[in-house]
């Protein structure tokens, strides 16, 4: 079993920042593949930004230029940087983390941006 802590979101105004970060009960050396999802009111959740073992990202088109997805392999820590934030980007936001051995999710953090 692995538990992810998330921190970081909160009420912002537009055009403001945040950075979320995710922290893993264990190594994510050796992950699949660790990211962000969000969910608005009312909508599925979608994916916001991936970073897979080699290094590679994918960002939803949405967020692309103004979000940053990266990782710690020290402080088994994934992050999004999030700047040029819009109300549109209201929403819970939830760490996944991909294991050979399982999949995993975090309790949600929630973003509030202002207009």
């Known amino acids: 079993q692995v538990q992810l802590v998330e921190s970081g979101g909160g009420l912002v105004q537009s055009g403001g920042s945040l950075r979320l970060s995710c922290t893993a009960s264990r190594s994510i050396f050796r992950i699949n593949a660790m990211g962000w999802y969000r969910q608005a009111p009312g909508k599925q959740r979608e994916l916001v930004a991936t970073i897979i073992s080699g290094g590679t990202t994918n960002y939803a088109d949405s967020v692309k230029g103004r979000f940053t997805i990266s990782r710690d392999n020290v402080m088994n820590t994934v992050y999004l940087q999030m700047t040029s934030l819009k109300p549109e980007d209201t929403a819970v936001y939830y760490c996944?983390?991909?294991?050979?051995?399982?999949?995993?999710w975090g309790q949600g953090t929630q973003v509030t941006v202002s207009s």
């Open positions: 996944n983390v991909n294991y050979n051995f399982g999949n995993y």
